[in-house]
């Protein structure tokens, strides 16, 4: 056990999966594993253990936000072992040629946070492991999958003061924004782990697009297949 997780030792899988929402790490442990069974429900943060195409992986719940990402990510590699973690989740479109639906693959992140500033004294530029980056591009192209490697911005916050900052961050060729990248990649590097963030659009900036429920669902089954995918190739 650590201090979120109540899972015992060899519960966790060393790849593990990780959505923001628990509902969403239920339904797919329901309906995409097999023999799948539940190793935390503390604090609601739902993860789940079975097999994929007969390869063991863990479905562990983020939360919400760089802190509950952190929290959690780092419990995952230092007191489980795990040594591949892959975020599947949402996030918003700052440039046109980003439609909803597609998959962004973030290969490095910028922030507003201070977090990595309070740790390191400095700034730190987190990216992804190359070998899943590369993977899930390919993997993407075989199945029909628009995916746009690039820069995304892990925001502290869902609200801002302002509604038009996000047009500075796509004046330098930021892809958009989610909320739990930066920190994913950074207790990743601390670790030697690998790590990989893909984010379906839901919701275009640009435009003011935003997915209906229907299409919500349709796409995010694809990047659900897409992260599998990813976590077990060789």
């Not at 190793?39 to 992986?57: L, Q």
């Not at 479905?59 to 802190?67: C, E, T, V």
Request: glycine share 8%.
């Amino acid at each position: 056990m650590s201090l979120h997780l109540e899972a015992k030792q060899g519960e966790i899988a060393e790849v593990v999966l990780m959505p923001g929402d628990p509902y969403r790490v239920r339904y797919i442990a329901e309906n995409y594993l097999t023999d799948a069974f539940c190793y935390n429900s503390v604090r609601g943060a739902f993860g789940y253990t079975g097999t994929y195409k007969n390869n063991k992986v863990s479905i562990q719940s983020s939360g919400i936000g760089m802190p509950s990402m952190d929290l959690y990510s780092y419990e995952l590699l230092n007191d489980y072992g795990a040594k591949k973690l892959i975020r599947i989740g949402t996030c918003g479109s700052y440039q046109p040629q980003v439609k909803l639906r597609d998959v962004i693959l973030a290969m490095s992140t910028s922030t507003d946070s201070s977090m990595n500033i309070y740790r390191l004294n400095g700034f730190f530029a987190p990216c992804a492991d190359f070998k899943l980056l590369s993977k899930a591009y390919a993997i993407a192209e075989e199945n029909g999958i628009t995916a746009h490697c690039g820069n995304v911005i892990s925001s502290d916050a869902f609200y801002g003061a302002d509604p038009d900052d996000w047009k500075k961050w796509a004046n330098f060729n930021v892809l958009g924004v989610e909320m739990e990248a930066c920190a994913l990649y950074s207790r990743a590097a601390q670790f030697g782990a690998q790590a990989l963030a893909m984010m379906t659009v839901t919701d275009c900036f640009t435009d003011g697009a935003r997915m209906n429920t229907e299409d919500r669902e349709k796409s995010l089954n694809e990047m659900i297949t897409l992260g599998l995918e990813t976590a077990i190739a060789e």
